[in-house]
């Protein structure tokens, strides 16, 4: 049985909820440091899951979102590494 969240967790409430003080470059700053950390820790646990799942369908399907994942964090970190080269 696979149980889905319903609702975000307290930790990641709290990082979003960080953002609604700030704006402009300090917001996006801010936004491209958590989504790129975010993606980091998903591909991290997708390959967990397609390593150790013992269904084949949930193993393959983990391991399109690590390709998935992995595309969208290359962007993210690339976006990332040019508002650091710009401050």
């Known amino acids: 049985t696979i149980t ?14 960080s953002l609604d003080t700030i704006a402009g470059a300090d917001f996006d700053k801010k936004f491209i440091d958590i ?3 975010e993606h980091n820790e998903k591909i991290d646990k997708m390959t967990q899951i ?3 799942a ?6 393959e399907w ?3 979102q690590i390709v998935l994942l992995t595309n969208h964090y290359k962007e993210a970190k690339k976006l990332q590494q040019k508002m650091d080269s710009n401050t």
């Open 62 to 64: 983990a391991s399109e």
């Open 35 to 37: 989504l790129t950390e």
């Open 4 to 17: 889905i969240p319903t609702a975000v967790n307290d930790e990641t409430r709290k990082e979003y909820n």
């Open 50 to 52: 397609s390593k150790e």
């Open 54 to 59: 013992t269904d084949d369908d949930i193993k």
